[in-house]
């Protein structure tokens, strides 16, 4: 992978036509659209390269990426050939999939995940693919095939708009004039991966162009019982001439995933392929329609735009053990429910001295206290979830640059405007039922519908029907001066204003316990940079920019202290919270090394106001939303890459420091350190300013060298090395292993992977290629959480594991893993007409 400038970024770019469209300005296109207007590169907080000098004005160390790299790294999709091959990017696998990982840039993150903090802004097009329900980015939704290239852009640069607080990634799709001919790709591998790939492009001299791609993946996955299905097709078909240029995209998938999610420590060391609870199962369906133009309407003037509709619907189907089970006493039925169970026409259940040493899986009470209507939601041990989220998101946007000579300076201005608006309706269920030796759930006819009362008086009630309308609308502008031969300065902002508007089916009206609610926010975010290049490849910059991002549907649900909830499986009331501002400072250097490579230096530091948090509530030990005073995130980024004959070669080193700023209280029952009267109780524990935050390793080195052995054969090897981090669970850093009721480190350990890969040139037209991931087979794991565990060191479930105090009775807690995949081959032929 190769860090070029923005220069670069721009041709690999030269036909995006908006990113909201403001990436169309930002993420670097070509004003080139015919001969008689200049090749100027336009960035939003980043300065305007001059002309003459297009490849070093650059204010900011952007990630670039063809087609060709893509392909060659092997990666199965977008978010694997990030972790691989882009600087300050990591992966947390939490869901344990190939295709729902959690991408971490500079500890910002995109996730499927509903809940997590967002901070990336992923665009795909111009058009925006942060959904709008939670602002998550589903991965296994975008191509591999059908991308030409792609731009990781740093910072809150705010003419990506909403929710870019630590960075941006966009991505331009083929056309048929790109990519041109045909090809047919087909693979295996391990864990009975099968896969099938084609592409088609072409044009005609009446300007009419075209190109098509279809993906059809299936695998069993390396983990117990964890198999994927991904079906993608993806087209578009456009008409240009020499100053314009049309093009619709049309997309569909049609996916099914199964995650199993973290595994406790101890089941992974008896084995490491075990999960937890299954299934974990999600179905996702999008549908994509986008249409772009483009038209050159003078020397200095360039019109763009894009009217795009979304249309999401998925699934989710969880087996997860019920943790109001694990202090209650579960085994042995008393005499009621044994009656209960004999009159259903059961049989076998135990008379008496049923125990957790004789019972591994019990089952009798949960299905007794079902016939009793009794106590199911303490007596069953598992829990099934589901939810159905339908998604719907439009708009359009618009823009123009003009390149002009004012005061002496050549300026290139570029204003736009764009409008989003989405409808989103969440619905979630549970039913109680018991697990099973293999970790399943058998149902049974009780669901968490408010129907019964728990002991405190209050249902059982885990539902959620909810609904929202979000809408954007949004101005911005860019200024970049040419000041002189050397110097460039660029000045922009944008201006956002949304309104939320969320509606409870279950609890309408407002008030307690209700998820109605009108939210507006508004703000303008302003950027400013400086690049100074005194010689060729060599070049300084200076920047800063303020990024935002709204509080999404779900956090808004819970956001009342009055009405604490635990997320994903509740939502409350909806008090107003504030939205998260980023503030981000980046500097650096960049020049040659001799004929052979390019060096960059660069410092960051990005603050986060009114950061998100989700906070304990003292006396339930529940939780809700809040807005948490500051957290930083700063480091120190070193890159060199450059090819030396036939050896490519390239390194990446980045050292961040991703630290809470403000004092706070959260939820700790599972860390060693927290308030709890005695070990294994609730509690919680304190965060204060310097401490850590989860999931953010401190070091992330990476390298590769890519061997072109004649032109016939390649081989690559890359190596990707990350230092541990803090569990969930463990913000405040202080969680130590000890005593029955604290397992495991609440740390994960560092650990350094390496993939080989190779192709092989057949014919002219046929090619093999093969890969290895993790060629060591190395163990280890990218994230970590702590929690209470519902096993005991044999795997069998275990309630009331530790003897009661004061009547409460202590949790066994762990450190629950995502396991890395272990080693694994993949081989495949391409066949192009």
Same mark, same amino acid.
């Given at each position: 992978?190769?860090?070029?400038?923005?220069?670069?970024?721009?041709?690999?770019?030269? &036909?995006?036509?908006?990113?909201? %469209?403001?990436?169309?300005?930002?993420?670097?296109?070509?004003?080139?659209?015919?001969?008689?207007?200049?090749?100027?590169?336009?960035?939003?907080?980043m300065?305007?390269?001059?002309?003459?000098?297009?490849?070093?004005?650059?204010?900011?160390?952007?990630?670039?990426?063809?087609?060709?790299?893509?392909?060659?790294?092997?990666?199965?999709?977008?978010?694997?050939?990030?972790?691989?091959?882009?600087?300050?990017?990591? @992966?947390?696998?939490?869901?344990?999939?190939?295709?729902?990982?959690?991408?971490?840039?500079?500890?910002?993150?995109?996730?499927?995940?509903?809940?997590?903090?967002?901070?990336?802004?992923v665009?795909?097009?111009?058009?925006?693919?942060?959904?709008?329900?939670?602002?998550?980015? !589903?991965?296994?939704?975008?191509?591999?095939?059908?991308?030409?290239?792609?731009?990781?852009?740093?910072?809150?640069?705010?003419?990506?708009?909403?929710n870019?607080?630590?960075?941006?990634?966009?991505? &331009?799709?083929?056309?048929?004039?790109? !990519?041109?001919?045909?090809?047919?790709e087909?693979?295996?591998?391990?864990? &009975?991966?099968?896969?099938? $790939?084609?592409?088609?492009?072409?044009?005609?001299?009446?300007?009419?162009?075209?190109?098509?791609?279809?993906?059809?993946? !299936?695998?069993?996955?390396? =983990?117990?019982? !964890?198999?994927?299905?991904?079906?993608?097709?993806?087209?578009?078909?456009?008409?240009?001439?020499?100053?314009?240029?049309?093009?619709?995209?049309?997309?569909?998938?049609?996916?099914?995933?199964?995650?199993?999610?973290?595994q406790?420590?101890?089941?992974?060391?008896?084995?490491?392929?075990?999960?937890?609870?299954?299934?974990?199962?999600?179905?996702? *369906?999008?549908?994509?329609?986008? %249409?772009?133009?483009?038209?050159?309407?003078?020397?200095?003037?360039?019109?763009?735009?894009?009217?795009?509709?979304?249309k999401?619907?998925?699934?989710?189907?969880?087996?997860?053990?019920?943790?109001?089970?694990?202090?209650?006493?579960?085994?042995?039925?008393?005499?009621?429910?044994r009656?209960?169970?004999?009159?259903?026409?059961?049989?076998?259940?135990?008379?008496?001295?049923?125990?957790?040493?004789n019972?591994?899986?019990?089952?009798?009470?949960?299905?007794?206290?079902?016939?009793?209507?009794d106590?199911?939601?303490? *007596?069953?041990?598992?829990?099934?979830? =589901?939810?159905?989220? $339908?998604? $719907?998101?439009?708009?359009?946007?618009?823009?123009?640059?003009?390149l002009?000579?004012?005061?002496?300076?050549?300026?290139?201005?570029?204003?736009?405007?764009?409008?989003?608006?989405?409808?989103?309706?969440?619905?979630?269920?549970?039913?109680?039922?018991?697990?099973?030796?293999?970790?399943?759930?058998?149902? @049974?006819?009780f669901?968490?519908d408010?129907?019964?009362?728990?002991?405190?008086?209050?249902?059982?009630?885990?539902?959620?029907?909810?609904?929202?309308?979000?809408?954007?609308?949004?101005?911005?502008?860019?200024?970049?001066?040419?000041?002189?031969?050397?110097?460039?300065?660029?000045?922009?902002?944008?201006?956002?204003?949304?309104?939320?508007?969320?509606?409870?089916?279950?609890?309408?009206?407002?008030?307690?316990?209700?998820?109605?609610?009108?939210?507006?926010?508004?703000?303008?975010?302003?950027?400013?940079?400086?690049?100074?290049?005194?010689?060729?490849?060599?070049?300084?910059?200076?920047?800063?920019?303020?990024?935002?991002?709204?509080p999404?549907?779900?956090?808004?649900?819970?956001a009342?202290?009055?009405?604490?909830?635990?997320?994903?499986?509740?939502?409350?009331?909806?008090?107003?919270?504030?939205?998260?501002?980023?503030?981000?400072? $980046?500097?650096?250097?960049? #020049?040659?090394?001799?004929? @052979?490579?390019?060096?960059?230096?660069? %410092?960051?530091?990005?603050?986060?106001?009114?950061?998100?948090?989700?906070?304990?509530?003292?006396?339930?030990?529940?939780?809700?939303?809040?807005?948490?005073?500051?957290?930083?995130?700063?480091?120190?980024?070193?890159?060199?890459? #450059?090819?030396?004959?036939?050896?490519?070669?390239?390194?990446?080193?980045?050292?961040?420091?991703?630290?809470?700023?403000?004092?706070?209280?959260?939820?700790?029952?599972?860390?060693?350190?927290?308030?709890?009267?005695?070990?294994?109780?609730?509690?919680?524990?304190?965060?204060?300013?310097?401490?850590?935050?989860?999931?953010?390793?401190?070091?992330?080195?990476?390298?590769?060298?890519?061997?072109?052995?004649?032109?016939d054969?390649?081989?690559? %090897?890359?190596?990707?090395?990350?230092?541990?981090?803090?569990?969930?669970?463990?913000?405040?850093?202080?969680?130590?292993?000890?005593?029955p009721?604290?397992?495991?480190?609440?740390?994960?350990?560092?650990?350094?992977?390496?993939?080989?890969?190779? *192709?092989?040139?057949?014919?002219?037209?046929?090619?093999?290629?093969?890969?290895?991931?993790?060629?060591?087979?190395?163990?280890?794991?990218t994230?970590?959480?702590?929690?209470?565990?519902?096993?005991?060191?044999?795997?069998?479930?275990?309630?009331?594991?530790?003897?009661?105090?004061?009547?409460?009775?202590?949790?066994?807690?762990?450190?629950?893993?995502?396991?890395?995949?272990?080693?694994?081959?993949?081989?495949?032929?391409?066949?192009?007409?």
């Amino acid at each position: 992978m190769k860090l070029t400038l923005l220069a670069a970024a721009a041709m690999a770019l030269c &036909q995006a036509q908006a990113a909201d %469209l403001a990436a169309d300005a930002s993420a670097a296109i070509s004003l080139a659209a015919s001969g008689d207007l200049p090749t100027v590169i336009i960035t939003g907080s980043m300065p305007l390269p001059t002309v003459e000098q297009p490849r070093d004005a650059l204010a900011a160390p952007v990630q670039t990426a063809g087609a060709q790299q893509i392909a060659a790294s092997g990666a199965l999709d977008i978010s694997a050939f990030l972790r691989r091959n882009l600087g300050s990017v990591v @992966v947390n696998e939490v869901q344990n999939n190939p295709f729902q990982p959690d991408v971490s840039y500079r500890g910002y993150t995109a996730s499927p995940l509903l809940g997590t903090p967002q901070g990336l802004s992923v665009y795909l097009d111009g058009m925006r693919l942060n959904q709008p329900f939670g602002d998550v980015v !589903s991965w296994d939704l975008i191509p591999r095939m059908a991308i030409e290239s792609l731009t990781l852009m740093p910072g809150s640069n705010p003419l990506f708009g909403l929710n870019t607080l630590g960075g941006a990634l966009a991505l &331009q799709t083929k056309d048929g004039k790109s !990519s041109p001919g045909a090809a047919v790709e087909a693979r295996l591998g391990s864990h &009975q991966r099968r896969a099938v $790939e084609f592409e088609h492009g072409g044009s005609h001299a009446s300007g009419w162009h075209w190109y098509v791609t279809g993906n059809r993946f !299936s695998e069993d996955g390396w =983990r117990d019982d !964890s198999p994927s299905d991904v079906r993608q097709v993806f087209g578009k078909l456009g008409w240009s001439d020499a100053r314009t240029d049309i093009a619709v995209t049309v997309a569909r998938a049609d996916n099914a995933l199964t995650g199993n999610g973290l595994q406790e420590q101890r089941m992974l060391a008896r084995d490491y392929r075990s999960v937890y609870t299954k299934p974990d199962l999600t179905q996702n *369906k999008s549908t994509l329609l986008n %249409l772009t133009g483009r038209h050159q309407a003078g020397a200095g003037l360039l019109l763009s735009g894009n009217v795009y509709y979304r249309k999401i619907d998925t699934h989710t189907f969880n087996g997860d053990l019920n943790d109001e089970s694990l202090d209650q006493s579960v085994y042995q039925p008393g005499a009621a429910e044994r009656a209960a169970l004999a009159a259903a026409g059961y049989t076998g259940f135990p008379a008496s001295g049923a125990n957790a040493s004789n019972t591994p899986f019990p089952k009798w009470r949960c299905i007794a206290n079902v016939l009793l209507n009794d106590e199911p939601a303490e *007596k069953c041990n598992g829990m099934l979830n =589901r939810s159905h989220t $339908e998604q $719907e998101n439009y708009g359009l946007s618009g823009q123009l640059t003009v390149l002009a000579d004012l005061a002496g300076a050549r300026h290139s201005i570029t204003a736009g405007a764009a409008f989003d608006a989405s409808h989103a309706t969440f619905r979630q269920s549970s039913q109680f039922g018991y697990l099973n030796p293999d970790r399943s759930i058998t149902p @049974v006819n009780f669901f968490a519908d408010g129907t019964q009362i728990d002991d405190d008086g209050t249902p059982v009630d885990k539902r959620v029907d909810l609904s929202g309308r979000m809408r954007t609308w949004s101005v911005y502008a860019s200024d970049s001066m040419a000041l002189n031969q050397a110097l460039t300065l660029t000045v922009s902002g944008r201006y956002n204003r949304s309104t939320v508007r969320n509606r409870d089916a279950i609890t309408p009206g407002g008030g307690s316990g209700s998820l109605d609610g009108d939210h507006r926010f508004s703000r303008f975010n302003p950027a400013i940079g400086l690049a100074y290049a005194p010689a060729k490849g060599v070049s300084a910059y200076l920047g800063y920019n303020e990024g935002s991002r709204t509080p999404t549907a779900i956090e808004l649900g819970c956001a009342d202290p009055e009405n604490p909830c635990r997320l994903p499986n509740a939502m409350a009331g909806d008090p107003p919270l504030k939205q998260v501002v980023t503030k981000t400072w $980046e500097a650096g250097l960049r #020049g040659p090394w001799g004929d @052979v490579a390019r060096w960059s230096a660069g %410092l960051f530091r990005a603050e986060n106001h009114d950061d998100i948090l989700f906070v304990a509530d003292n006396q339930a030990g529940f939780g809700y939303f809040k807005n948490f005073g500051k957290t930083r995130h700063q480091g120190v980024e070193l890159a060199a890459d #450059g090819k030396a004959g036939a050896l490519d070669f390239g390194v990446n080193y980045t050292w961040l420091q991703a630290t809470y700023q403000s004092r706070e209280t959260v939820n700790g029952s599972a860390n060693s350190s927290s308030d709890a009267p005695a070990p294994g109780l609730e509690g919680n524990i304190v965060i204060t300013p310097g401490n850590r935050i989860p999931l953010t390793p401190s070091h992330i080195l990476k390298a590769h060298m890519d061997y072109q052995g004649g032109r016939d054969w390649t081989v690559g %090897l890359a190596m990707t090395a990350v230092s541990s981090a803090y569990a969930r669970g463990n913000e405040n850093n202080r969680h130590q292993a000890g005593g029955p009721s604290y397992l495991g480190s609440g740390k994960s350990g560092g650990y350094a992977v390496v993939e080989l890969n190779g *192709k092989y040139q057949l014919t002219p037209r046929l090619s093999v290629f093969a890969q290895v991931n993790n060629l060591f087979d190395r163990k280890y794991a990218t994230a970590a959480q702590l929690g209470a565990t519902g096993f005991d060191a044999s795997g069998n479930f275990a309630a009331r594991p530790l003897p009661a105090v004061n009547g409460d009775y202590p949790m066994v807690n762990a450190t629950f893993y995502a396991a890395g995949a272990p080693r694994s081959v993949n081989a495949g032929l391409r066949y192009a007409f």
